[in-house]
Structures are given as structure tokens and as C-alpha cells.
């Protein structure tokens, strides 16, 4: 089977345009007021904790002190907060008009709602290190923290919030992510933590980035990013960006995910649904910072024969060497994962990959998957590509 290259350039040039168009579709939020506080720090929770209410929705108990709980995308009454306002200072709650207080200056006082107003105990500074202090113009220097232990609630966890010993309390309990001051805005502002990142800042492991991959992407693919097996989870490093990219809107988009029968690209699909655009954006720029070191071989294979096949069917796009080429939208598969390349030949031959009208990337892919002429030759082919890993 051939393929001009002219046609696949036509081809690319439609792909973009559905591709963010699916993905546009896919994030249709009204706009909303406010946003999440949220922890630098994970920790336990796969959504990262938010600044949150007891109860929920119509039931919030705004006179009970103030936790943190699994994030929440979007506008919630109880978790969509605005900084410094209405005044200067204060972390105010639109949705009941009330503003976050301490009800005493002392070491883990609970976290209140008020009324706002003029008290000093209304009143924050917002520190370039991400903690939230007091402004009590005294020498006990008293931060917003979580506590140390969570609890689960269904499919979420929880802990309660205090007020603690601004340098005694480790990072990890005591760094936020602000919402961005705007009064109305369309979307989650990503701007905070990438501004902490650029100023060095974070708990031990690395800047807040770092942390919020290991909690979101590294149970699956590994704290190194370079894939787990056990999790049908793919090495990541050393993939381009501009791949990765694409394959995070597949996912949103579910190009990939949500075919019956198939339950590992759904839960990619199901783990990143919450995230904006710029930190998918971030994982992605995260990935291409972390070390590449070729994958392990772990399948056999006839590799004269794969050779064939590789350099009559694939180089044409893949590239003679496997690294991939940006412009025909191929990626690089030498030094990837092998057990990873085999199971997506399959999808694309089984349609569970590149099976959607607008996904005209993988359609062609599968094209290609379908024209080998049995499963060996997965196999084969794959065994040569791991011939090729720099
Ligand atoms: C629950 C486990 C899980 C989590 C959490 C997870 N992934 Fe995945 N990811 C997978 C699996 C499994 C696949 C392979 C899906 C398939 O077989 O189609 C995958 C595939 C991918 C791919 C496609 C790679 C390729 O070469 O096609 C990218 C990119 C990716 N993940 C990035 C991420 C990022 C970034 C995060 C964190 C925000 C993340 N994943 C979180 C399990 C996970
Ligand atoms: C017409 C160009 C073309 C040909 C020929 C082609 N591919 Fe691909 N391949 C692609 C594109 C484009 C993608 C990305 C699909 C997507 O975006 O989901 C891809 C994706 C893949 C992937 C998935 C990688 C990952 O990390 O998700 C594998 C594995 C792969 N190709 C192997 C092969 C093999 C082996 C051959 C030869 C039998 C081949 N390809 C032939 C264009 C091609």
C-alpha cells in the first residue's frame, strides 16, 4: 500500500483542525467565579485537596470549620474561592459571602468562616512560597495548613484544615495554589503553580509540578516516567512533545478510550479528564525534563523478517531509524516500549484504536496495523524496532 506524501499532508492539516475542534467541544464550561485553593502537595489525594466545605451541594454547613478535600473541577458553591477580596487580603467565599478567619491567634486554631470585615484576623499574606500567613503583625507567624491525616469519603478523601506554626510545619501541609484574582474567568488558572515552578519553589521532590505528576501520573507510569507493565501504563520519556500532546487531546477527546471491552486507554482517558489544558500542557514539558533511557527488550521475535516488513511498510513514516518525523504526525518508536508498540498494533487492528471518523491520525495508523499480514508479524516488526534504540 502507498501513500503520497502530498495527500498525507492534506490529511494532517485536517486532523489539527478536528482535533481541537473535539477538544474546545470537550471542555464547554460556563464561565464561572473564582476557583480552587488548592495544596501544592498531593500527598495521598490523585486530585490534589482543595479548599472545601463539610457536606455538599445544597446541604453545606458553612458554621462548621473549613476542610480540604479531593478537587473538583468548575464552579462549586463551596469550593470556588476568590483571593483578596473584597479587600485586600482576605480569601472570600461568593457563593455565601463570607471570608476565612481564625477564630484566635494559636497554634492549630480551627479554620472559620465569618462575615467579612475589618478583623485583622480576616486578613493574609500570600507568600512568594506558597504559604497563606496571618497578617497579625505580631512575631507568631501562624499558616493555613491540612492535617496530617486523611480520611476517605466514597471515592474521595478529606482532612481537616488549621492554622500552624508557619516555619515548625512542613511544606507539604502548608503551600497552596491561589485562584487567579480575575473576577470572571472561563477556565481553571494554571498560572500560580507555574509561577512557583519558575521561581524554584516546592516541597522536598522537586517544584509543584514535579509533585503533581507523581500523584497523577507516576502510580501508573512510574515516578521516572519510564512506563509500567504491571499497569499497561507506557514509558513516556523520550517521546516528543508534540506526540504526547496529541495523544493527552485523544484521550480528553476519546479518540482513545471508551471502546467497549477495553478498559486500560478508558482509564488514561478517566485520569486526566480533570485537568486544563495548560497542565496537561506542564505534564507534557515535565515529561521532556526527565531522563530517557531506552526501554528494556522483552519480546522475541523473528527480526530479519520484521526488518522487511519495517523498512517496506513503516519507515515511510516511522523514519529509517524509528525516531518518527513531526511532519507526517508519526512518532518515535525505537526505544519506546516493546510490550506497549505489540498492544497497540493490536487495538489498531481490532479497532480500538484509530476507529473514529475524525481521528484521522490513527485511522491511517491503522491502516498500516491491518496490513500486516498476521499476528507474528507484530511480533517481527516490533522485535526490529528494538534494534534500532539509540
Ligand atoms: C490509572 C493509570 C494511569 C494514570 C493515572 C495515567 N495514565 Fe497515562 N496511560 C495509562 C495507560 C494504561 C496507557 C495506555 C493506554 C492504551 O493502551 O491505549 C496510558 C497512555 C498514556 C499516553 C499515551 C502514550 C503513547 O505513546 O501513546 C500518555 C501521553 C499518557 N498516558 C500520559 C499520562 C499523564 C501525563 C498522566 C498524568 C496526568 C497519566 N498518563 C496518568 C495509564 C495511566
Ligand atoms: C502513513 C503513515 C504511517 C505508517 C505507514 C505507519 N505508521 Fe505507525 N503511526 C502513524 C501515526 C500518524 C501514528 C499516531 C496515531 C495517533 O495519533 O494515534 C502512528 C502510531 C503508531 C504506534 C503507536 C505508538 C504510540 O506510542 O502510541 C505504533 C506502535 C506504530 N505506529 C507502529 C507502526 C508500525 C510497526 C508500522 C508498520 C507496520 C507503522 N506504524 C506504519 C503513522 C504511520
Not at 167 to 188: G, H, N, R
Request: aromatic share 10%; with cysteine; hydrophobic share 40%.
Amino acid at each position: 500500500m502507498k501513500i503520497s506524501k502530498i495527500t498525507l499532508l492534506t490529511i494532517i492539516g485536517l486532523s489539527v483542525f478536528t482535533a481541537t475542534g473535539a477538544f474546545a467541544q470537550a471542555r464547554d464550561y460556563d464561565e464561572w467565579f473564582g476557583g480552587n485553593l488548592m495544596l501544592v502537595d498531593l500527598i495521598d489525594a490523585e486530585k490534589g485537596y482543595c479548599l472545601d466545605l463539610e457536606g455538599y451541594a445544597s446541604i453545606t454547613d458553612t458554621s462548621r470549620p473549613v476542610i480540604v478535600h479531593s478537587c473538583k473541577l468548575g464552579y462549586w458553591k463551596d469550593g470556588t474561592w476568590r483571593v483578596n477580596y473584597p479587600e485586600e487580603g482576605q480569601v472570600y467565599l461568593p457563593e455565601y459571602d463570607l471570608c476565612l478567619a481564625a477564630p484566635a491567634l494559636e497554634d492549630e486554631a480551627v479554620v472559620i468562616l465569618e462575615p467579612c470585615s475589618g478583623s485583622q484576623m480576616q486578613r493574609f499574606v500570600f507568600r512568594d512560597d506558597g504559604k497563606i500567613e496571618i497578617d497579625s503583625g505580631t512575631s507568631n507567624s501562624l499558616c493555613l495548613a491540612v492535617g496530617e491525616v486523611s480520611r476517605a469519603t466514597g471515592n474521595n478523601l478529606r482532612r481537616q484544615t488549621r492554622f500552624a506554626s508557619c516555619d515548625d510545619t512542613s511544606d507539604t501541609f502548608t503551600q497552596w495554589i491561589l485562584p487567579a484574582e480575575d473576577a470572571v474567568y472561563t477556565d481553571f488558572e494554571f498560572t500560580p503553580l507555574a509561577l512557583l515552578a519558575d521561581a524554584g519553589q516546592g516541597g522536598a521532590g522537586g517544584p509543584p509540578i514535579g509533585n503533581l505528576f507523581r500523584g497523577a501520573c507516576a502510580p501508573c507510569h512510574g515516578p521516572a516516567g519510564d512506563g509500567l507493565a504491571s499497569e499497561f501504563a507506557p514509558k513516556l520519556t523520550g517521546q516528543e512533545d508534540w506526540y504526547l500532546s496529541r495523544q493527552l487531546t485523544n484521550f480528553v477527546s476519546e479518540f482513545r478510550g471508551g471502546h467497549e471491552g477495553e478498559r486500560w486507554a478508558t482509564q488514561m482517558s478517566f485520569h486526566i479528564a480533570d485537568f486544563t489544558q495548560a497542565q496537561l500542557d506542564s505534564f507534557v514539558e515535565h515529561i521532556g525534563s526527565l531522563e530517557d533511557i531506552s526501554a528494556p527488550v522483552t519480546i522475541e521475535g523473528d527480526i530479519a523478517r520484521g526488518e522487511q516488513l519495517y523498512t517496506g511498510t513503516c519507515a515511510a513514516c516511522h523514519g529509517p531509524e524509528a525516531m518518527g518525523d513531526q511532519g507526517l504526525g508519526s512518532p518515535r518508536l525505537a526505544g519506546m516500549a516493546d510490550w506497549y508498540m505489540v498492544i497497540q498494533l493490536d487495538k489498531f487492528r481490532n479497532n480500538l484504536r484509530g476507529d473514529k471518523p475524525q481521528d484521522i491520525m490513527g485511522l491511517q495508523m491503522a491502516l498500516f496495523a491491518k496490513s500486516l499480514p498476521d499476528e507474528q508479524a507484530l511480533l517481527d516488526v516490533t522485535a526490529y524496532i528494538n534494534t534500532l534504540a539509540p
